[in-house]
């Protein structure tokens, strides 16, 4: 494949994004007029599923096409653990952009993670560099968890005396797509662009949002009966400066907001300079979040359809627009960017093309995710059922449980997820049985 016939590829992700809150599966506001002019005439999957509820696993399975169990990293920084890296180290078969600079392409990541995620990309935007010691200190793992396990009392006033929170501080939307449109133009080659948007990630730090002076929040924190929970939430209501749930949801469709206006101009560069028609163009949620659903608050934890199911956007040149309702996941993405560029030398993906599926072919009847954010929870699920197996259900966050040992659901009656019908059998257990971890 020689430069000339290579087609860009960008990859969008946002963060904790759910389809829920989007004009386009139904929302009542439009704050994705952007993203939704470009689904309209592109691939719109309406059944679209993260493998993860956390960020570090879902972007492994991106990159890899396999599944958390299989690539290795189960759990979310600072929960990783030594054993989840050194099965990584084993069992690494492919990372699409070490791929993707092999044969030729530019590749860039505008992202703060770092650690093995800069494997294979030309430019590693990292903020490190600006960060002052104290920021540097207060971003390292066991420092974070100790953060995050203290009383608010005292969480709140180590936030006085430091003016930072225990978790990183993200560049704004705009200033992510200025660096990512900068490195577009300055590519001498074909490119792979990877972005990753935190705006959509609570407590929605660069977000300018008034607010409405709405005060529940103290009723609202009464009626949380686990303790842990409740002050994990306070924490979280610490960070974010409101004091109603109704302007924190609202700030988090602020964001969306934003993220959507950025999306816009790289939709409009791409077509100003003659790109559009050759660049693949990928946007999605690595994971989704609960808001104030399943008495979990402003966390992905859990694995209810609020943190796995996300939205899939793809302009995939020479493919018309149409809605995909058959299931896909994110592990699917990398062997769909293969098939395009009629790369075919690698086969070892738990994920399959989505080009089948736009051609009409069902490509999988059932999907299967592992909590990132709980010791032990995974869970497979077809069009109307689903099954949650919790081993150990104590969540890494809070350190409440947000499930049972079994939960299932029958979506076609109980969409929300709100009645466990568990009887003591189910048909979908055997698959999760085939899906054993470490």
Request: proline fraction near 4%.
């Given at each position: 494949?020689?430069?000339?016939?290579?087609?860009?590829?960008?990859?969008?992700?946002?963060?904790?994004?759910?389809?829920?809150?989007?004009?386009?599966?139904?929302?009542?506001?439009?704050?994705?007029?952007?993203?939704?002019?470009?689904?309209?005439?592109?691939?719109?999957?309406?059944?679209?599923?993260?493998?993860?509820?956390?960020?570090?696993?879902?972007?492994?399975?991106?990159?890899?096409?396999?599944?958390?169990?299989h690539h290795g990293i189960l759990h979310?920084?600072?929960?990783?653990?030594?054993?989840?890296?050194?099965?990584?180290?084993?069992?690494?078969?492919?990372?699409?952009?070490?791929?993707?600079?092999?044969?030729?392409?530019?590749?860039?990541?505008i992202d703060w993670i770092g650690m093995w995620f800069k494997d294979g990309f030309d430019y590693y935007e990292e903020r490190e560099e600006t960060q002052s010691k104290l920021k540097k200190f207060m971003n390292v793992p066991v420092v974070k968890k100790f953060l995050l396990n203290l009383p608010n009392w005292a969480y709140k006033i180590g936030k006085k005396v430091v003016k930072t929170r225990a978790s990183v501080k993200f560049s704004p939307a705009k200033d992510t797509m200025d660096l990512g449109i900068s490195k577009i133009k300055n590519s001498k080659k074909p490119f792979f662009l990877f972005m990753h948007f935190w705006d959509t990630?609570?407590?929605?730090?660069?977000?300018?949002?008034?607010?409405?002076?709405k005060e529940n929040i103290e009723e609202f924190l009464e009626k949380i009966e686990n303790k842990s929970q409740r002050e994990y939430f306070k924490k979280r209501v610490t960070d974010i400066g409101l004091n109603s749930t109704e302007d924190m949801i609202d700030k988090y469709d602020a964001a969306i907001k934003e993220v959507d206006k950025q999306i816009g101009r790289l939709f409009n560069y791409l077509k100003?300079?003659?790109?559009?028609?050759?660049?693949?163009?990928?946007?999605?949620?690595?994971?989704?979040?609960?808001?104030?659903?399943?008495e979990i608050y402003f966390s992905s934890s859990g694995l209810y359809d609020d943190t796995i199911h996300v939205p899939f956007i793809m302009h995939l040149p020479g493919f018309e627009g149409k809605e995909m309702n058959e299931f896909a996941q994110n592990i699917?993405?990398?062997?769909?960017?293969?098939?395009?560029?009629?790369?075919?030398?690698?086969?070892?993906?738990?994920?399959?093309?989505?080009?089948?599926?736009?051609?009409?072919?069902?490509?999988?009847?059932?999907?299967?995710?592992?909590?990132?954010?709980?010791v032990n929870v995974r869970g497979v699920r077809t069009k109307n059922k689903k099954l949650i197996v919790a081993k150990d259900n104590q969540c890494n966050l809070c350190k409440s449980s947000h499930h049972g040992e079994f939960e299932e659901y029958d979506l076609e009656k109980d969409s929300g997820e709100n009645e466990n019908i568990y009887s003591g059998e189910s048909e979908l257990k055997e698959f999760l049985d085939e899906k054993e971890d470490l």
């Open positions: 494949m020689d430069n000339a016939n290579k087609k860009n590829i960008i990859i969008l992700v946002v963060d904790a994004f759910r389809p829920k809150n989007l004009s386009m599966f139904g929302y009542r506001k439009k704050i994705d007029k952007n993203l939704k002019k470009i689904a309209d005439k592109n691939l719109l999957f309406k059944n679209f599923f993260s493998s993860s509820n956390a960020t570090a696993p879902s972007l492994m399975s991106i990159f890899t096409g396999r599944y958390p169990n979310q920084f600072p929960y990783t653990t030594n054993k989840e890296i050194e099965k990584m180290d084993r069992e690494m078969k492919f990372w699409l952009p070490k791929y993707l600079k092999e044969k030729g392409y530019n590749t860039i990541a990630h609570f407590p929605f730090p660069t977000t300018k949002f008034r607010g409405s002076k100003n300079n003659n790109l559009w028609d050759n660049t693949v163009l990928i946007v999605l949620g690595d994971h989704g979040t609960n808001l104030i659903d399943h699917d993405i990398t062997p769909t960017v293969l098939d395009y560029l009629g790369e075919r030398e690698y086969n070892n993906f738990d994920g399959k093309s989505l080009i089948k599926l736009v051609k009409g072919d069902k490509i999988r009847d059932k999907v299967f995710f592992w909590d990132g954010l709980c």
